[in-house]
């Protein structure tokens, strides 16, 4: 899906497609940091980066749907909280080397090409000390999960993401369960990859 493929789904959702509430790897993963400067990869409607500037991080976000950029403006307005907006394709935007304690990406899901460029130019943009978080939807997710993406050249492992992080230390790589309700009020295990990273202090 391209930008105006996502800039339709969002316009056609009158809530938020993904809710107010942060991913809770992105919770996990985070809560213990010391708040400084975060950059919000494919933000989607802000979320995460909402979540992280109530919290007293100073959040870039970034995204490459105009609508969902207005959206989380929207939240982040109602919620009173400052967060830095930027429409653009993580595929091609390159950050600041060196200038973020904490980088997320979280739910994209591309080719593995792009896929690579977006996880090198995230790791670059950590400075010494600061924490990379990736979340996807893993491959075992078509066989032994629900929902997310049917393609497989798409989806995430633990590995694929790992090989892109040369140089920096691997604090967590593993496919994690994550519950959904389903239709009949119920719920049911969705697989992620969730892969948390730093780069070294020294």
Request: net charge negative; charged share 25%.
């Amino acid at each position: 899906m391209d930008s105006s493929d996502w800039d339709a789904r969002y316009a056609d959702t009158p809530e938020l497609v993904w809710g107010v509430e942060p991913n809770r790897f992105v919770v996990e993963s985070v809560e213990g940091l010391t708040p400084g400067s975060a950059l919000d990869l494919a933000a989607g409607e802000g979320r995460n980066a909402v979540w992280l500037a109530e919290r007293g991080w100073r959040v870039s976000a970034v995204d490459f749907s105009q609508v969902a950029v207005e959206r989380g403006r929207e939240l982040a307005a109602h919620r009173g909280v400052p967060v830095e907006w930027r429409v653009a394709d993580v595929t091609a935007y390159r950050p600041v080397p060196g200038s973020y304690d904490l980088v997320l990406i979280c739910y994209l899901h591309l080719p593995a090409e792009e896929r690579a460029r977006v996880l090198d130019s995230a790791r670059g943009a950590l400075c010494p000390g600061g924490t990379l978080v990736v979340v996807g939807h893993d491959l075992a997710n078509l066989t032994g999960g629900v929902g997310g993406p049917q393609d497989p050249g798409i989806l995430l492992t633990p590995e694929a993401v790992v090989d892109g992080l040369a140089g920096l230390r691997i604090e967590r790589a593993e496919t994690a369960r994550r519950p959904v309700p389903t239709a009949d009020g119920g719920s049911a295990d969705a697989l992620d990859t969730l892969v948390v990273a730093t780069r070294p202090a020294g």
